[in-house]
């Protein structure tokens, strides 16, 4: 049986600092042994445990798509005693690594289909996974339109601006970028994700909605989805909640009978409307 | 069913032919409480007992346990897996529910290599309870003081001899060899009686009908205040809850080598959720309170058809408020819709 408590290592090979701020890094991890490696098959929106020896263990989705081999990104902010030591962590050194876990986007059912991605802050990592992951030349035929609507509180908020930057050149990609409060150098949106959504209005055709933000951002964008057509059944939100085995053991990231680390963390709204948590 | 029978006084050299083979598990006296503790000689345990203060879970699932332990400096990270036991052990003088509370570990260990291994290795001998008492209510959650459910060998006490029910295949090997007579008529008869007899002796429990649906349609009930209004959220229903199983994962450092350990954890206590952006899910003790109730006659039945407790009665004794789950569950089975 293979022990789902062990982690591998992996070595930083790059940190790319995202905000202003310096609270939100991206760390580039490769895998040291080939089987590890192979032994990491995973999708959009799964996530995986790392490991800072010594202070403990916190859940990341993976900001990389499987398209891109040879290793890993996280997008990680310093908030708790794991994310700070990580952090402090340099280039060549080594953390621990357990995944993938969870069910992650459902790449399959979404192929064929128009996807419109709603990030708002910190929670876009992921869907970057995913944007990636379906802008891969060997998939993006596979796929219908793209609609990304990605917004911050302020333009030094915003992460992979790399990215963002070369997205913004394509014709196959509908990328709609916001602030909340915009600098001196900024001349594009500025507005809350709930407002620019309903003034984008993307079609419900054919379409999956997926939607990853701050609990806030959420709460004020799906009665917009709604409104413009989808459906809760396509209407799928990746849910954050403290964690700590990630494999459905430990007893605290449930939400009613189902584990947010196993079952989730991607959910349709369907699915949840049948499960029993506080609306506030 | 084959039985045997077994006199009182040959427990004690029952229990040293087992210590050859087996580490034994077994209640013995401690400071005035009855504790499972692994015995060097038969002549220690006691089987004259209501029930310990601890359940055994502890023994397959420890109160702290290293997951590994790892060497690691800036640039390298080795980490050492234990070893598992191989030595068979064996748990002797259970009492029905605690031996049936592993059925419910099975499931939520179900991919773990640590107790799946322990599980594997381990026997249940049990004893059924000639006297329940009054806080048990093993009956009205599907158990009963001589459930057979989840043991290898169930005891049940008939005058100066026990009659020995055997459940497994792996509880008739333990008796290969011992020379136990076959029950005779009598001690059957007997044995029935005192079946009866404890079974009648038990109070109403918990009503289990309908319980799940109640509970999931009066999860916004503000009776949950009101219920849990007393309760200090110190989380010893669950240290002491034979099912419950949550646990916390910790390193323990020193200089460049640690372990990463697994530790029992409460979800009565406020950081059990505290996410570090502040967030918590379940932020008062009404929550809190709340998901121990329906993880145990909610969810689990949802995910395992199971319900999560197996009435030990263990949480209702040691509860520093009398906090008493029977009258949780009444309260709400007897909730009129919400409007």
Known sequence: ?280 | MKTKTIKKKDIASFLDTLLTRYEVFAPVERDERVVFEAIGAGSEATLDYQNTTMPPKGILFPQTEQLFSYRSTKDTADIAVPSFKEKPQLIFGIRPCDARSFLLFDHAFDGDPYYINRRGNTLLVSIGCTHPQAPCFCTSVGGGPFSEEGSDLLLIETGDQYLIQIVTDRGAQLLEESGFKDAGKDALTLAQKMIKTAEASMGAGIEIDGLKEKLDSSFENPIWQELTEKCLGCGVCTYLCPTCHCFDMVDEAEGSTGERIRIWDSCQFPLFTLQASGVNPRPTVKERFRQRIMHKFSYMIESYNQIGCVGCGRCITECPVNLDIRQVVHTISKLEALS
């Not at chain 1, 700590?244 to 605290?252: E, H, Q, Y």
């Open chain 1, 1 to 280: 049986m293979k022990n789902p408590y062990i982690p591998f290592p992996m070595r930083i090979d790059n940190v790319v600092i995202e905000t202003d701020d310096r609270d939100i890094k991206t760390f580039s991890l490769s895998f040291i042994h080939k089987e590890d490696e192979a032994s990491f098959a995973y999708i959009p929106g799964q996530f995986a445990e790392l490991s800072d020896f010594n202070k403990g263990e916190a859940p990341f989705g993976m900001a990389s798509s499987p398209t891109q081999k040879g290793s890993l990104e996280f997008t990680i902010a310093k908030a708790g005693v794991v994310t700070t030591a990580l952090h402090n962590r340099e280039v060549g050194e080594i953390v621990g690594v357990r995944g993938p876990l969870g069910n992650g986007f459902p790449v399959d059912t979404l192929r064929g289909k128009n996807i419109v991605m709603i990030g708002g802050g910190f929670g876009f990592s992921t869907l970057r996974a995913l944007t990636t992951f379906v802008l891969d030349e060997a998939n993006r035929p596979t796929f219908g339109d793209i609609t990304v609507i990605y917004g911050a509180r302020n333009p030094g908020q915003l992460l992979y601006k790399d990215d963002l930057e070369q997205w913004g050149k394509r014709h196959d990609l509908n990328l709609y970028l916001t602030v909340d409060s915009r600098d001196d150098e900024w001349s594009g949106r500025v507005g809350l994700i709930p407002q620019i959504t309903k003034e984008i209005a993307p079609s419900a055709e054919n379409a999956y909605i997926l939607v990853c933000g701050p609990p806030v951002m959420i709460k004020f964008t799906l009665p917009v989805t709604r409104e413009i057509g989808f459906l809760p059944e396509r209407t799928l939100l990746s849910l954050e909640m403290r964690m700590k085995c990630g494999v459905g053991m430990c007893g605290r990231c449930n939400i009613g009978s189902k584990y947010v680390c196993t079952d989730g963390p991607v959910f349709s709204c369907a699915q949840l409307s049948g499960l029993l948590f506080d609306e506030s």
